[in-house]
């Protein structure tokens, strides 16, 4: 029982060693910009007060991310929880799950159609970034995402 034990023991470490080394990617060297494309897949309002946009609401979307330049199939996928504090005014975070790591933003807004949210980190690839996401929308339920990230 003891000689499996250590076994079982050697056996994770010696995993958690490789799975440590496997997944290292380089951050980003310097600024940079993306450019992508987000259709709204999912968008729910949790109604938490007086019926309508009232403080405390909660608006829950939920996107497809595309780069039509490199392949016609989503790329990553998003999320972004909003709270209303006033009649249209939100306060929002979110994550962009992106294929060289995780971008997430906060910031607040009124207008949905036309936006800037602060870029606060990120993983892999984006753990050392800052900036600004413009989000414009472009058509029913499909936004222009800019990214405009710099080196914290």
Known sequence: MVRRVGVLIAAAAGGLAI???AGTVASLT????IRITATENLFTRVDTGRPGATPGDMEIAQYKLYNKRI???PIGHAQLVCTLTGQNFRNCNGTYILPAGKITVSGA???RGLYDLAVT??????SNVRGTLTVTRTGRNRDLLVFRLVIA
């Open 19 to 21: 799975a440590q080394t």
């Open 30 to 33: 310097g600024p940079g910009q």
């Open 71 to 73: 392949r016609s199939r």
């Open 109 to 111: 807004f009124i207008f």
């Open 121 to 126: 980190g990120g993983t892999a690839r984006y």
